[in-house]
């Protein structure tokens, strides 16, 4: 009994889906080739994205003729810093290329079809990666970066907890790493990072090496000098976006190897407009906000938002809870968009913004 498309390309996009967010400007794509109804091979984007899922598929000392290939995004057809993967597949002999999405890149936009003719046929995509390429179509249609955000609260809709750091669970908080992970960058506030002394990074086994840029917003810079962020690993950039001309401050980050942002202003849609824009320019294409209620409310009401992580704690905080700012409308985003996720009794949501 032969497989299911459905069952080889799932295959593709959990291969995917272990690079996303570290394959730099390049999209992360999932690659299975099968023989007789068996897996002979599979590959993925490399980290920083080259060389390709195609590549590291078959560059390998076994026979790949009559073989069909199952793709998470079209083949690339063009020359760029690597020869184009089309040439690879037909060179290696390849019966037949199934794929799920078109590559939003001009330079490859359907014209695999045109070199491989009826050895390629795009297949149905299934329900859970609909939205996967999400941000590489953001980057190649639109120019701006994925934005994204997390927020966690209590059972009786509470942000802050005046007795712990922390709302959520053990569990919770390893599985926001996870999320983490799957971002090139992070953004949160100096209010934020001074009252937590947050890191902001990968502190999962495996991802030691992996510490997604931290932008942090400090208009009136007051970021405190002592913190632990300044003694990690400068494997990461650190940006921080100021409006103030405070040389002394400006300097002391400088010489720590923060990269300064400076704006004119950043109170109005066009402002947080011309700072993504910057970021883009900067090579960052998915964006995770984790930040106080203060800001992700203005990045929702300003429409900057494409999707909002919700991990909601089985506790109640009571007289211990605080809020900065009413949580109208956001608690209520927690609807039927839960993921299955053993929280040991907490919920975890991802909601769709825009």
Aim: charged share 30%.
């Amino acid at each position: 009994m032969k497989t299911s498309h459905n069952f080889f390309s799932n295959l593709a996009f959990n291969l995917a889906e272990s690079h996303i967010g570290k394959t730099g400007t390049n999209p992360s794509v999932g690659c299975v080739v099968v023989k007789d109804n068996s897996v002979i091979s599979t590959g993925v984007t490399s980290i920083k994205g080259r060389p390709h899922a195609e590549f590291n598929a078959l560059n390998k000392n076994i026979s790949f003729k009559d073989s069909e290939m199952y793709l998470t995004l079209e083949p690339c057809t063009h020359f760029g810093k690597t020869p184009p993967c089309i040439d690879l597949i037909k060179r290696k002999k390849i019966k037949q290329v199934y794929y799920c999405y078109d590559d939003p890149d001009l330079r490859t936009f359907k014209k695999a079809k045109k070199i491989l003719k009826k050895r390629i046929k795009k297949i149905k995509i299934s329900k859970k990666n609909l939205d996967f390429y999400k941000s590489y179509y953001l980057d190649k249609i639109k120019k701006l970066p994925l934005i994204d955000a997390k927020i966690a609260f209590s059972k009786d809709n509470f942000t802050i907890s005046r007795k712990s750091k922390w709302i959520t669970n053990w569990r919770s908080r390893k599985v926001v790493h996870l999320i983490r992970s799957k971002y090139d960058c992070v953004i949160s506030t100096s209010k934020t990072i001074n009252k937590d002394n947050s890191l902001l990074n990968c502190r999962l086994e495996g991802f030691d090496n992996y510490k997604p840029d931290l932008v942090i917003i400090d208009r009136n810079l007051n970021l405190k000098k002592k913190l632990k962020l300044f003694n990690i690993s400068n494997k990461r950039k650190t940006y921080i976006v100021t409006t103030s001309k405070n040389t002394k401050k400006i300097s002391f980050f400088k010489f720590k190897k923060i990269k300064v942002i400076q704006l004119t202003s950043l109170k109005y849609k066009k402002d947080f407009d011309l700072l993504f824009q910057i970021l883009f320019q900067i090579g960052k294409r998915r964006l995770l906000i984790e930040s106080g209620l203060i800001f992700l409310k203005t990045i929702i009401n300003l429409k900057l938002l494409n999707h909002l992580y919700i991990f909601k704690s089985d506790q109640k905080l009571k007289k211990n809870g605080l809020n900065n700012i009413k949580m109208t409308g956001i608690s209520k985003l927690a609807n039927n968009k839960k993921i299955r996720i053993n929280l040991n009794n907490e919920k975890l949501y991802k909601v769709k913004i825009k």
